[in-house]
């Protein structure tokens, strides 16, 4: 485990409530003599000697502790209350720490898992509309080949899927950026959205929407993170319609 997955176990380690396997993983740190783990140690100890000593001592007065004694048959003996009102102030303290803590790890659980549930519903909606592209009875196929190789599915009432193989992953800093071309000398490329390679050169992207009647090509060009109005690289994939 890394130092930020053990930050809020080093309190619950010095109490010596530290679960497993966080409370062997703190142990095995602290034996390699890890500077982060003992300045957060020595940080949880002073924390819990100030929870330890929070409480003011408090002590009942004489006549009323003889009444409470008596009432229950006890023979009154000497003894103060106040360490018994200080260790049940430190587990209170202890408890308030210890659940808000849970509680913030449950919250941060929540919104990763909400997180990945939101990812996979727009992951399984963008493959129905491609499944849906793929299988269109009027969609059109075009294919391109020279360094990245692959197709492009054009339906005219639901948009345009490309998918290709051997193309890079993108430079720090750059993504790829799809455009469409209408037929014509002069015609402007419209951008077409920006997507990104996997490790081993495989990307689908998808342009939702109805498509241009007189669409004449589909290209790919590399292009700043942000993207970019008009392609300002040579294309790298250019599928031409006949």
Known sequence: MNHEELR???????????????????REH??????????????????????GGA???MAPSPGLRRRILASVGYEQRRFGWAPFLGLATALSLFAAFYFSSRERQ????????????????????????AFAILSGPSTLE????????????????????LIASNLPPAPTGKTYEM??????????????GLFQSDASGGA???QRGPVDPNLGAVAVTLENEGGAQAPTSTPLIV???Q
Not at 106 to 129: H, K
């Open 106 to 129: 449950f919250a941060e659980q929540t919104v990763l898992l909400r997180d990945q549930m939101r990812r996979q519903t727009i992951e399984l909606t963008q493959l129905n509309e």
């Open 8 to 26: 809020d176990h080093y309190e619950l380690y010095a109490f010596g409530v530290a679960e497993e396997p966080e409370r062997t993983e703190i």
């Open 55 to 57: 409480a003011a001592p």
């Open 179 to 192: 455009w469409t071309i209408p037929k014509g000398a002069g015609a402007k490329p419209v951008p077409a």
């Open 204 to 206: 689908i992207h998808l």
């Open 142 to 161: 075009v294919s391109f080949g020279q360094g990245p190789k692959g197709k492009v599915y054009i339906d005219r009432g639901r948009g345009v899927l």
């Open 30 to 51: 602290l034996s390699r003599g890890c500077e982060v783990c003992m300045t957060e140690m020595k940080r949880a100890r002073e924390l819990s000697a100030q929870l």
């Open 239 to 241: 599928a031409a319609l």
